[in-house]
């Protein structure tokens, strides 16, 4: 069991800016904002609050219409000051004016002992209604898991391998027992000959928070990112067939699970990573689900003209300055902003450039120095073109599956070989460094979710 | 240089829909993008950063490869006439007599291959494609320095037309698209593109038998025609190799190094490595592709020992590595990512058949006795079928996966 996976595919992608181990935790936030765009594969949302009211954290704001029993509630206790719509009566957002000092909508409280006797049937509709049944995603499709189903495994993936990806060690440290009680809980929802499995670094010391979990199996990995990817742990572990189910869950909502039995409260607070080579002091700050980030940056960043993007670099999203820290964000990146033209001989195409590469073609030196912390800008580097050169996903994706092929039976609206190539393994955080060292420069990864739209609504 | 980028950019409106030369956008758009890389960022959802690659320079780099073969190329063209002639010239001579006659096919190459592909870009509005970059420099070096330039002019019409632009454009192509440009040189024009038409005279013209001032025995035979032609005679190939007439011409080492006469390119295998080693250190081309090709021909070369049907069949395997244009086609033609096998897998399959195939046609076929060209443009249109058998594996080991576990 002690067996180490190792990975021999990859890339990591070295970026200055990483976070020290220093956590800020006197800042709050002016707002937090739900944002129904953040839960991939999300219907139509129906908002159950209105604007003035005033809510708890834990309070219902919306649901979807398509699973109504999975309440998307308030992260924080305040006002709502507004519900945002856009076309079509679109829901963008409902934001909550913050409380400084956070007033819990209260749930039952257990005692560990008292979790042991609890049965599925008294849990899931805590669950349900608290609104952490939203941490829990299944694959296929990286979409909020439905209640009703049964899934094969659960897979925990409890380190992050992506650019800039905060310390799970730091920003969960002291949570073992909720996690072990979340742990707990799971468990008693799902069938005995459900496993629940931990994908461990291998590279890292034994951690203090993970290391101890009882009633789970412990995988270690070893490699390069994406190795910390949960899609490809469970790839070389319980890898998912047609039909079959596995959900996952980020370590952070698996201690929110374990505080709601364990405090009676959703307790929304995170521990995020502010990173990258603009910010003045990259650290650690404690907030909250959604919150306004304007507070945390401000006098942090070195110029304005920069990116800020919630999540990382490969998989996440830009946001403004004083936009929303995304659902399941654990960090907020900021990157300059690389909209300059550049001359075809001082640095564009025919000069020796230093700018990172996967590749070694003329003038691309990145790979003499692989180690080396870089600044890297949002220019794409060049223009999209059709698919020319063969062989590069498959040195990005450690998985049995012919990268390649499958965004082009996707093009080609090719159910059956959609399927019949691994559709239901992936999602799009799995292609992004395909996207990322992409000659052709095209979305893979918004095209791996049209093929999950294609194969759900099929 | 952000003056010129904002001049450019003044121009920009002219070009855009609605404009006065809106026809003429991506012309426009190529002419910019070639000067200055767009100042373009990523979308805000999706990866955030791209790596510093992109096509134009991943062309370039083939290019550069092909370096080293086209400069000795251009010293060979001169060495080939000063032998010939039994002339004294510098290195410096040989290479500029050379050059005088292979820099006007590069430039027709180029100028043809891309007006063609600058009318498709207006007419078909796609953006101009990196990809000529390389054809154009490529039907040069695959033709005898003889040819008639109007010739090559036509051939890159062809190729660009049937083979890539009806197709979409590149990445779209099935055949590569100089082996069709030579492929439609062969059938079309068989006169000036097979027998013996390597050397120039002073003219860059093929030598006319009884010229004056020719070596004694002159014969601008190469070392493929030799070998097939002892084949059918019953005579051994290595003693017709040493009774030419300049001495130690088609020794082994001499085949490998190149000083050979051929077409303008594809003569030296040591350039063709030299590029190969460019290639696959920067990882451009696969590897597994060119190793298949040369193991593909050894392979074959040594089967047909065995097998021993004539004379061109007995000879040692390790000469087919190094005459004619096996290297070159290994190296340039075989790697095309495009028209090449696309599964890792696939690509020794593919790489391995063209070796085979090549080796093959050289010996069984007496009309051709350049295999390369045959068999790398036969093996583009199986390679999707090797690829599809390779999907299938992939796609049945899944479907295993899924068996074995209902089992269960």
Redesign the interface.
């Known amino acids: 069991m002690s067996d180490v996976i190792r990975l021999k595919k990859g890339f990591d ?1 070295n970026l200055v800016g990483k976070a020290e181990k220093r956590l800020i935790d006197n800042i709050h936030p002016d707002t937090v904002a739900l944002v129904p765009d953040d839960f991939v594969g999300m219907g139509r949302p129906k908002v159950v609050v209105q604007e003035g009211d005033l809510v708890k954290a834990g309070t219902p704001i919306f649901f979807d219409k398509s699973m109504e029993e999975v309440m998307f509630t308030s992260p924080v206790s305040g006002e709502v000051v507004e519900i945002k719509r856009g076309e079509k009566r679109k829901l963008l957002e409902v934001k909550i004016l913050a409380d400084k000092q956070i007033d819990y909508l209260e749930f039952e409280r257990y005692t560990v002992s008292q979790l042991a006797s609890l049965t599925k049937e008294e849990i899931m509709p805590e669950l349900l209604r608290s609104g952490v049944w939203t941490n829990i995603i299944q694959r296929p499709y990286g979409i909020i898991a439905n209640p009703q189903d049964t899934p094969k495994a659960i897979f925990i993936s409890t380190f992050d391998s992506s650019p800039l990806a905060p310390d799970y060690d730091f920003i969960f440290k002291g949570q073992e027992q909720f996690f072990q009680a979340g742990i707990d809980v799971l468990k008693k929802i799902v069938p005995h000959n459900c496993n629940i499995y931990l994908g461990i670094n291998a590279k890292a010391e034994v951690s203090k928070i993970f290391g101890g979990t009882k009633n789970v199996i412990l995988k270690k990995f070893e490699g390069k990112h994406p190795v910390g990817n949960v899609g490809v742990q469970i790839h070389h572990v319980s ?1 998912i ?4 189910i596995v959900w996952t869950l980020n370590p952070y909502g698996v201690i929110q699970i374990g505080k709601l039995f364990l405090n009676g409260e959703y307790d929304a607070s995170k521990i995020i990573a502010l990173v990258g080579s603009e910010v003045s002091s990259p650290q650690y700050y404690k907030t909250f689900i959604g919150a306004n980030i304007e507070k945390y940056v401000k006098g942090n960043i070195k110029n304005d003209h920069v ?1 800020f ?1 919630s999540g990382n ?6 946001i403004a300055s004083n936009g929303h820290l995304g659902f399941y964000d654990h960090q907020i ?1 900021v ?1 300059p ?8 001989l ?5 000069a020796p ?1 230093d ?10 030196l ?1 790979f003499l120095n692989p180690n080396k912390e870089r600044v ?8 999209e ?8 996903y ?1 040195k990005v994706l450690p998985m ?3 990268p ?2 499958l965004i082009k039976a996707i093009l080609a609206n090719d159910y059956d070989a959609m399927e ?3 559709i239901y393994e992936v999602i799009e955080e799995d292609f ?1 460094l395909c ?7 095209q ?1 893979l ?2 095209i791996i979710r049209k093929g999950i739209n294609m194969i759900r609504e099929s | 240089m952000k003056f010129l980028h904002k001049i450019l950019e003044k121009q920009r409106p002219l070009f855009e829909k609605g404009g006065k030369f809106e026809r003429f956008f991506y012309l426009f758009e190529a002419g910019e993008t070639f000067l200055f890389t767009p100042p373009t960022t990523t979308a805000p959802k999706g990866v955030q950063i791209r790596d510093a690659i992109d096509l134009k320079r991943l062309m370039m780099t083939v290019v550069i490869a092909m370096l080293p073969c086209l400069l000795f190329g251009m010293w060979n063209v001169g060495h080939q006439h000063a032998l010939a002639f039994g002339k004294e010239m510098s290195f410096m001579d040989k290479f500029l007599f050379g050059a005088w006659y292979v820099v006007p096919m590069i430039i027709v190459s180029y100028a043809s291959g891309g007006l063609v592909e600058v009318i498709f870009a207006i007419i078909r509005k796609h953006p101009i494609n990196e990809g000529y970059l390389v054809t154009g420099l490529l039907v040069p070096l695959i033709c005898p320095v003889t040819i008639p330039l109007w010739q090559i002019a036509l051939a890159n019409i062809f190729a660009v037309v049937l083979a890539k632009e009806v197709f979409g454009g590149t990445g779209m192509n099935v055949l590569n698209i100089a082996m069709t440009a030579r492929a439609f040189l062969y059938f079309a024009y068989p006169s000036q593109i097979s027998g013996d038409v390597w050397t120039a005279n002073e003219n860059g013209e093929v030598i006319a038998l009884g010229t004056q001032g020719l070596v004694d025995g002159y014969s601008g035979a190469t070392a493929l025609s030799i070998a097939s032609s002892a084949g059918t005679q019953g005579k051994p190939v290595l003693e017709a190799f040493a009774a030419t007439w300049s001495e130690g011409l088609f020794s082994f080492w001499n085949l490998f190094w190149g000083a050979i006469p051929g077409c303008v390119g594809e003569t030296s295998t040591l350039m063709a490595l030299v590029g190969a080693l460019i290639l696959v250190g920067t990882g451009v081309a696969s590897g597994r592709i060119i190793v298949g090709v040369f193991a593909g021909a050894y392979v074959m070369g040594w089967i047909f020992n065995l097998l021993s049907s004539n004379t061109f069949a007995q000879i040692p395997p390790h000469y087919h590595l190094v005459m004619g244009g096996l290297a070159f086609g290994a190296v340039f033609m075989a790697t095309d990512p495009v028209s090449a096998s696309h599964t890792n897998v696939g690509k020794w399959i593919y790489g391995f058949l063209i070796g085979v195939l090549t080796v093959i046609i050289r010996v069984v076929n007496p009309a051709y006795p350049e295999g390369i060209m045959l068999a790398v443009l036969l093996m583009n249109v199986f390679a999707p079928l090797i690829d599809h058998y390779v999907i299938e594996a992939n796609k049945k080991r899944r479907e295993r996966r899924l068996v074995r576990r209902e089992a269960i």
């Open positions: 992608i890898p067939n047609k039909g079959e990116r993007i670099v490969l998989t996440g999203h830009k990146t990157i902003e690389g909209d300059r033209p550049r001359f075809v001082s640095d564009g195409w025919l450039t700018r990172l590469s996967f590749h070694r073609a003329f003038g691309l990145s890297l800008d949002t220019s794409t580097n060049g223009e073109r059709a698919f020319v050169v063969t062989g590069t498959e049995d599956i012919l390649m092929h019949a190539l691994g992004a996207e990322f060292v992409d000659v052709a420069k979305d990864q918004a």
